[in-house]
Structures are given as C-alpha cells and as structure tokens.
C-alpha cells in the first residue's frame, strides 16, 4: 500500500481532535446500551446480588427508624453480608422508587444500569489514557479497546459484581494518577473517596489504596515529594477511603474494623468448593495452579490486544530497567503504576492460594491496565511508523485495524452471547477444555426457543447439567414464563445442558440421543454451548 493512503493515521492518532470523536463514542454506547439491554439474560449470581441489596436496604431502614426490626432476612445472620453493596443498595432503591414487581423489568433496569457503570469506567479509562498520551485519539483507543473485547463487553451489562468493580477501579486508578502528578489536598480526598467507593463493591479495591501508598513513598525516595507532604497525603486519602467505605457498607456499621478484618480474611479465602473446567480436568477453585488466570486473559483476549499489550509491557520494563528511579517522568511513572495495577493483584492471589473460578472474572477489574497498557503498545508502533514507514510496520498496523473489526463482526454475530469468546489460541472445541457458558446466559433462549416451538399450556424442563434454569426464567415475559415449569431430569419434557461440570459432553450428548432427539442447539463462532433434548413420547417415536 502506499504511504499516501495513511497520511490520515497521523491526523487522527497526533492530534487532539479526538473531543467530537469521543463525544460521538460515548453517545453511540449509550444509545446501544439502551438498545440491546433487554436482550441479555438473567445470569447465575444476579438473583443473589439482588438479595444483597435487599437485605442491606432492610437493614438500613431499621437503622433509621424507618421501618420495624425483623427476625427474618437480617443482615447479623446473612450468609453474603460480607458482599459489598456499594452498587446493590442503590440499584435496589431505584427499582423500589420505580416501583417494579415483575422479574423482568427489574432485571432489564438493572443490566441498564449496570451499562451505563460501564460505561464510567470506560470514560475514566480514555481520561487515563488522554492524560498519559497528551492526546484525546489516544484516548479513544483506550476506550475502543475497553468495547472491544467480546467478553468484557458482555459482562457490562449482566455482571452487577466484577464489571461495576473493574468500572470504580479504573475510577479510582485514574484519581490517584491525578494525586500523584498533581500532589494537593483536594486531590487526595478525591483518591480517597473514590478507593472508598470502589472498595464498597469489592474489598479488594483496598489494594489501590496500598498501590497509591506505596507510589508516594516511591515518590520520596526519587526526591520528587516531601515526607511531610507523603504523610499528609497518604493519611488523607486513607482516612477518607475509609470514610467512603464505611458509608456506602452498612454491614461495617456495627463494627467496622473487626467486620473489615473478617470481610478481608474472607476475600483471601472464599467459600467456594466447586470446581473448574481447566484443559480438560477438573481443578479444585481452591487448588487452581498459578497459571490459571493468565492463561484465562490469554485465551479469552482478541490476539491483536495481547499483541499491543505486550509491546506495552516490554516498553515499560525497558524504560524501568534502564532508570535508576523506577521511572524517568511522569508518563513513565503512570506506565509503572499501571503495570503494578495489572500485575500486583494476580500475583497477590497467587501468593495467597486464593480460590479462583469462573475464568478470570475475580481479576476482571485489571482490564483497563491491559487497555492502557496496549494502547502505549500502539503508540510506540505508531511512533515507529512515523520515523521510519517502512512496509513492515505499514502492514503491522493495517493487520491491526484488520483483527479490530473481525473482531467486532465476531461480537455483532455472537449477540448476546459474546460471554463465551475464545481465541484462535484454543484450538479444541472449547467445551471439552474450559467451562463455556457458566453464566447460564444462554438459559434465556433456549427456553423461549421451547416455547415458540411447543404451544401446550405447561411444558416442563430440567437441567442436566450445573447450570440455574429458574433463573433463566427470570427475563421471561411474565405470560410465557407461566407456561414453564422446572422439575426433576426423569420426567420433563426437555433436557438442557451447557456441559458444566459434565464429565465428557460428547459422551453426555450420545446417550442424550439414545434416550431421546436432539431439538435445538446454541452455536457461538462455531462452538456449541448449550443443548436441548427433546425427552417426550413424540420424539421417541
């Protein structure tokens, strides 16, 4: 190709005219935010995140007077009071302003809601990457790539947990970036409210007050701050994110060091004794080997952002291996902090033997390091592309664009599934390997596939697998939902699978068919991830 056709690149990727562009990005999302909402199912832990913020909100209320104490549903004996409701409480709150009693409509509110906190943390993402970069296009990159990855996308609107951490995690690594370049007073009670804030979601979001800490401390040994001004402004924002945290978790409001202390002791080892889908074998969540996660960001990451991702990391461990000081400026100290933020919490689990499941969700929230970090991956290509345009790095940067929108013809194709996405890296059928939809997002549409195709008054279905069937119900129109009833495997009328936890799903979907006919099967990019049998006289006949 010639040189002629990318002048354009420098004009879009040099200049700050990116403003309109990230105005235009930003109302776009919101519109399809508002568009596709409703078209995701109700997955596996929103029934019980809901429960969290109800139980919360009662206690709040008897807290205040505002309401008589009851011995049931208290948030003392709740098993899940150690959840951070930062999110629930509000999201419950809203559905009763609302005034919503039907199971749709208060999950449809919520994925709605849940995008539009996703959508904070992709515009506190582009602020990052707009501050380090100097420019607004880089900064549109940074956020094209938080909507470009299938599964991260998906998760902004059905997960109420890890999707609305990773959103106030960006929040809050973006605060303390500002606190660091700009070392005020103001500046540390914002880092601090929004650590706080972060924190009251997941209690892992302490990690960014320890990261923050001890990035001022560094700071003070490269002469680039005072003790004084370190101490004051790490007291500072560790009071106030302990003021944030204390008021958006009423579960520390009896006693709030001690419930702290059990809420972090229970982080560190959570209560889960399922277990995982790992190449094949059945691995404990408490046992997972320490190549779990990153094998899981591998495999489910679109290869052109991994790419990025690693020119960005040996760009960072070069300038910080050169450098006496750990970093040179500014720009090379947001790209250490960054890096920190993106490796520190997987090595902290691994350190801890963490119990780990479902893919990478727990580390979810260091996505927007990896946007970060793979856009400074293309700036430093672009850059080289400047210098020298030499055919090479022409053809490098046209593959890029390429892989972005397969990539999002993938996404469009896969909707609203794009929760199962793997990489051209797994090269087996992805169900025989790793847990697909463990979700249960597909749950949706396989039973109103059942529904279009059976018209009888009640049809009655049954899991046979691990996956929650009743709350596939849940984003049912409440009419047709009437007509479903979920019993026992022996006598309903269908069978799902989606072959979590299912030994061999080849061998399961052969005595299936002995037993039975296949009736409809979810596919996504060419995988099956989901199927129904037809069990009733009918199709035996």
């Known amino acids: ?204 979001g302490l990690g960014l007050l320890l990261l923050g800490i001890a990035s001022i401390g560094v700071s003070v040994l490269a002469r680039e701050t005072s003790r004084r001004a370190a101490v004051k ?42 277990s995982n889908r790992y190449f094949g074998e059945f691995v404990v969540g408490s046992d997972t080997p320490w190549h779990y996660t990153p094998v899981w960001i591998g495999i489910t990451t679109p290869i052109f952002i991994l790419f990025l991702l690693a020119v960005g990391i040996w760009q960072t461990a070069v300038m910080a291996a050169r450098s006496k000081r750990l970093w040179i400026d500014r720009r090379s100290r947001t790209d250490v902090v960054v890096l920190a933020a993106l490796v520190g919490p997987i090595l902290a689990t691994s350190t801890l033997g963490s119990v780990l499941y479902d893919g990478w969700r727990q580390h979810q929230f260091v996505y927007p390091a990896i946007a970060l970090l793979a856009t400074k991956g293309l700036h430093t290509l672009v850059a080289a592309w400047r210098q020298q345009r030499h055919y090479a790095n022409t053809v490098l940067l046209v593959a890029i664009i390429l892989s972005s929108a397969l990539t999002l013809l993938w996404m469009v194709r896969a909707h609203p599934l794009q929760n199962v996405y793997f990489n051209n890296l797994v090269v087996a059928e992805p169900r025989e390997v790793f847990d697909v939809d463990y979700w249960g997002l597909a749950n949706q549409r396989a039973l109103e596939a059942i529904l279009r195709s059976d018209d009888r008054p009640l049809v009655t279905v049954a899991a046979v697998s691990a996956t929650p069937l009743e709350v596939g119900l849940y984003g049912i129109h409440p009419r047709a939902r009437e007509r479903l009833a979920v019993i026992n495997p022996e006598e309903a009328d269908y069978l799902i699978t989606n072959y979590r936890s299912v030994p061999s799903p080849r061998r399961q979907d052969e005595l299936l068919t002995a037993s039975g006919s296949l009736f409809h099967r979810i596919i996504v990019g060419g995988d099956i991830i989901l199927s129904v049998y037809d069990m009733t006289e009918e199709a035996a006949r």
């Open 233 to 274: 402004h790490s007291a500072l924002m560790s009071l106030t994110a302990g003021g944030a945290l204390f008021l958006v978790w009423p579960y520390l409001w009896s006693a709030p060091l001690q419930n702290l202390r059990e809420a972090v002791a229970n982080m560190a080892r959570f209560r889960w004794g399922g």
């Open 1 to 204: 190709m010639s040189r002629t056709a990318f002048r354009v690149l420098p004009a879009l990727m040099g200049r700050d005219a990116g403003r309109t562009l990230a105005v235009v990005l930003l109302a776009l999302a919101l519109v399809g935010g508002v568009l596709l909402h409703r078209d995701y199912g109700v997955s596996w832990d929103e029934p019980q995140q809901r429960r969290i913020g109800q139980v919360s909100l009662n206690h709040v209320l008897e807290t205040v007077g505002l309401r008589e104490p009851r011995n049931d549903g208290s948030l003392d004996t709740f098993s899940d009071r150690d959840y951070g409701v930062a999110f629930e409480l509000p999201a419950v709150v809203l559905e009763r302003l609302l005034r919503l009693d039907d199971s749709q409509q208060i999950y449809h509110v919520r994925h709605l809601l849940t995008f539009v906190f996703f959508l904070v943390g992709v515009v506190a993402t582009y602020l990052l990457a707009e501050k380090r970069f100097a420019s607004r296009s880089f900064g549109v990159v940074a956020a094209t790539l938080m909507f470009l990855h299938p599964r991260i996308f998906a998760h902004g609107f059905f997960n109420s947990k890890d999707s609305v951490f990773m959103s106030l995690w960006a929040v809050g690594l973006y605060t303390l970036i500002r606190l660091l370049d700009s070392p005020t007073t103001r500046n540390a009670i914002i880092a601090g409210c929004a650590i706080g804030l972060a924190s009251g979601v997941r209690v892992v």
